[in-house]
DNA sequence: GACGAATTAGACAAGACTGTCTAATTTTGT
DNA sequence: ACAAAATTAGACAGTCTTGTCTAATTCGTC
């Protein structure tokens, strides 16, 4: 294990001031100097930890995004997997509840570098979210009027039952994201759905019994 | 301010390994040997803290519950209202913030402590919520079938745009608050409200301008 | 005012941690 | 194979913290 991804181990279990630089060095398999060489100090070390795991969240959401279903053959379908790969690949992984964790605890200490990771993270993925959602409403998929708020219901709505599970640090089961995301799926097209015409629903049945 | 509030406030910034005892002492204006005296240690007086936050919060969310609108004059203006009362009463204050920091940030290391939250808490309020909305459908002002499901969502909505304050421990502003469950009741009617006839819109109208 | 209980300041031992230093060893590039 | 660079173990000083102890002081109550 790298020298980052242990310290991102440790300082999420045990918290900044409880972190043991020894304990780091130990689980990262190198001695205590070759961490002193790579990073000044324990903040340091910290800033890089928080740096990297931003880094690498933001390349999942992107990535993740890429497989937002712009065109849906199946809407709610086609949005539940979205919301569940998101929270697999984003929220619930490693990377994702150690940044959380992280920030949660920590962040009041360093405002400026947590002002560039609300930069980098938030300020850069809600936007490009909200355009998704932006684009399937102008297509004709939904009746959405703000697509930035859209955006920030539908994640709410597909983790609004995986919240008490992450208060406490834990990763919820497959099952729970998918009746989560399913769920909260639902919500949202119940609200900003476009009622499809019974003539609409016919010729669907018809193509897909063809 | 009393020796737990102090307490309290010092574990939140510095977490549990980062607090110390002499500031506790300074900040609740008593010599720390009077802490000692009291809680046999900083473990037990780091329990004495929640256990205080889980009770006082409860009680916050108790007591918001009995303004729930049971009987709705307006439901879109009623049920915002009380995801304001419960952001402002339950969420956002002091006890909230603090009882929210301290499970996330010590939870996974006194498993029996935050389950005896969970159960206390989470597991209280949750199903209580969940009556409420039972009834309110039941009574015909609402189209839902899962009154868990709705209850677990109705708030995530009220509260889908302040997560990003909540993370870095911020308190929103009123006017982010009102924002937020303005915007998530809206959606919440959209998916479970019922459509009033032409004609119980007149009459009400009638009515209220009576 | 007097007596018992609670509180206080301060010293203290024991332990933990950070960050530095040194000298030896290993790895790397050529 | 060799030289430069990186890594290692271990010792070390300095600082901080917890929890205990003691003796003096204050407080509450009668």
Redesign the pocket.
């Known amino acids: 294990m790298s020298i980052i991804d242990a310290a991102a181990s440790v300082f999420c279990r045990e918290g900044f001031a409880g ?4 304990l780091i060095a130990m689980e990262a ?6 961490i ?3 990073h000044r ?3 340091k070390l910290f800033m890089a930890v928080v740096r990297d795991l931003t880094e690498r969240c933001n390349a999942g959401i992107f990535a993740t995004f890429a497989s937002f279903p712009d065109q849906p053959r199946e809407l709610e379908a086609d949005l539940i997997g979205f919301a569940v790969r998101m929270n697999q690949n984003c929220i619930c992984n490693r990377d994702g509840r150690f940044l959380r964790k992280l920030i949660q605890t920590e962040g009041e200490r360093y405002p400026e570098l947590f002002a560039e990771w609300r930069d980098q993270g938030p300020g850069r993925t809600w936007p490009a979210l909200a355009a998704r959602f932006a684009r399937l409403a102008h297509a004709g998929h939904l009746a959405v009027d703000d697509p930035d708020v859209a955006a920030r219901q539908f994640l709410a709505l597909a983790n609004a039952e995986l919240q008490t599970t992450f208060m406490l640090g834990g990763t919820p089961s497959e099952d729970e994201v998918l009746q989560s995301a399913t769920h909260g799926v639902r919500t949202f097209l119940r609200a900003f759905g476009k009622r499809r015409s019974a003539a609409a629903v016919e010729k669907q049945a018809l193509l897909a019994s063809a």
């Open positions: 972190a043991n630089i020894d398999g190198v001695s205590r100097q070759t002193y060489n790579h100090d324990k903040e």
